[in-house]
């Protein structure tokens, strides 16, 4: 199969009442790790590479390398840059085949995040590719950048931001936490009360650690897609430390980076599998 455009992955999942996991990758093995939970659970998704991890592998390189990595699946996965930090990424990753962008602008006042994603929207859309926007935003760690202050989303600024930008999915700030936080209190009247007023379904961010019950919750309230990185970064990590620990002279990089790719493709499997349980 080929990577599914973003629109069509979204009808997808409205018409079997799936939400989308999109898990982050970083590197070739976590890409062929992401795609295989997918393919083994049955169950469509996203890979996704967030703008600061572009340093590393350009979009054109991703998009290559997701092209071969879903290239048997019978389950639909696209691929979508997540925290779209300029319009430089966001065009480059549409021209490089992602099908679906994530601009992030929601550090900035509130008439300049519109007036970005309104900008991406528009470059987006005459490819027809969709556009998460992100209001509020998220205590936590995303790779490099580190955020103290949460802002939730207000719901009273949601119907005018999502007419204004043109975004075709938003990303709110509930309570959810970017890492590896183990007890996020996601406030789930917040969600009702931003889903009753939002044209567009809703994007959670920071879904390591959410507990599953509340994920099933979300999804009542216009949870359409979830992101999940942390969880998947540990057992990578997990795989090389713990040989590492056993033998300081361990070096067998190949076997080690097969051994990481079942791990990471075990835990997208069970999460992929678990969100979508109920
Ligand atoms: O954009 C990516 C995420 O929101 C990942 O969050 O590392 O807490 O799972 P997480
Ligand atoms: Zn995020």
Known sequence: MKLVNGFDLMEFAK?????????????????????????????????????NNLKLSNPRIIAL????????SETPIGLHLDHGKSFEDVKA??????????????????????????RAAEYC????????????????????????AE??????MVADFVERTGCDTLAVSVGNVHGLCLDPRIDIPLLAKINEVSAVPLVLHGGSGIPKEVIWEAKKHGLIKINYGSDLRKEYIRTFGES???DHNEHDVIHLSIEAVENVSRKARELVTMINEN
């Open 93 to 118: 990753c549409v021209d490089a085949g992602f099908t679906s962008i994530m601009i992030d602008a929601s550090h900035l006042p509130f008439e300049e995040n519109i007036e970005e994603c309104r």
């Open 151 to 156: 802002c939730r989303t207000d719901p009273d």
């Open 65 to 72: 390398m997701a092209l071969d990595a879903v290239k048997n």
């Open 15 to 51: 018409k079997h009442h799936h939400v989308l996991p999109a898990f982050n990758t970083t590197n070739l093995e976590m890409t062929i790790a992401i795609a295989k939970g997918l393919m083994d659970a049955k169950l469509p998704g996203y890979i996704q590479i967030s703008s």
């Open 125 to 148: 859309h005459f490819y027809g590719i969709p556009v998460e926007a992100e209001l509020g935003a998220l205590q936590g760690k995303e790779e490099d950048v580190v955020n103290e």
């Open 244 to 246: 590492y620990e056993a």
